[in-house]
Structure formats: C-alpha cells, structure tokens
C-alpha cells in the first residue's frame, strides 16, 4: 500500500468515525434492552421540570417536576443512555503516525477545505463527504 493510499484510506476513516461510534451506541442499546433494562435519557425542561424519555424510540416516560433530584430518582433502575457516550478513542490507521494523522484530520475537518478537495483526494461523491463532514 503506498502513501497516498494510507492518507486516503485515514481520511475515510475519520469521515466514517462518527457514524460507526452511532451505529455501535445503537448495537450496545438494544443489546441492554434485550437484559430487560431499558436505556433512557433524563431531560431538564425547566429549574424543576424534567422528563425520562426512551432513548430508542424517544417516547416520555415519565415526568416531574421535583427538579434534578427527581430526575436522578427517575433515573434509577434504568440505564442511563450518557454512559453510552464514553470517550471514543480517535480513529487510527496503521502506518500513520499519530501526528500525521493530526495534521490529517486538521486539513479534513478546517473550513477552507473544500469538499470538492476531499472528495477528489478519496474517491467520494461530493455529497457524501458533505453528509460525513
């Protein structure tokens, strides 16, 4: 594999990144719903108003209004859907060096690059580098 191959192949990588970090929240989700737990998030409406809503189908709960305490006792029993938010370790492809790979995604992810560049560079359809972007 040559350079330019590595350099494009970390570019569709970090693209791609974001949508593999989903596709995997949504696979550890049901996979804690098929426990018999389900996976919530608890929204602040107000100083006291809140909401627990499913977090795969969005549907409410329960709701109060007996503020942040409240919603950590609605919290309970159920699994908080921000655990499922923990730190995604940065896309790496072997044979790029960290700092390369840094000055890579600067250049992906800068204003001034147009997606027209990217798309050229990669092998991509304008749209979808707009769509990942």
Not at 11 to 31: G, I, K, N, S, T
Not at 48 to 54: A, S
Not at 86 to 106: N, Q
């Amino acid at each position: 594999m040559t350079c330019h191959d590595l350099v494009q192949q970390h570019v569709r990588c970090l693209l791609e990144a974001p949508f593999r970090a989903e596709a995997d929240r949504l696979r550890q989700a049901e996979e804690i719903t098929r426990t018999g737990l389900r996976v919530v998030e608890g929204v602040l409406s107000s100083a006291t108003g809140w909401e627990l809503r499913d977090w795969l189908t969005g549907a409410v709960i329960r709701r109060g209004d007996d503020g942040p305490a409240g919603l950590t006792r609605a919290l309970s029993g159920h699994y908080d859907a921000d655990d499922l938010f923990t730190d995604v370790p940065e896309p790496a492809t072997p044979g790029i060096p960290p700092s390369l790979g840094r000055a890579i995604e600067e250049w992906l992810f800068a204003a001034s690059t147009p997606d027209q560049d990217i798309a050229e560079f990669i092998g991509w359809p304008v749209g979808e580098v707009r769509e990942h972007r």
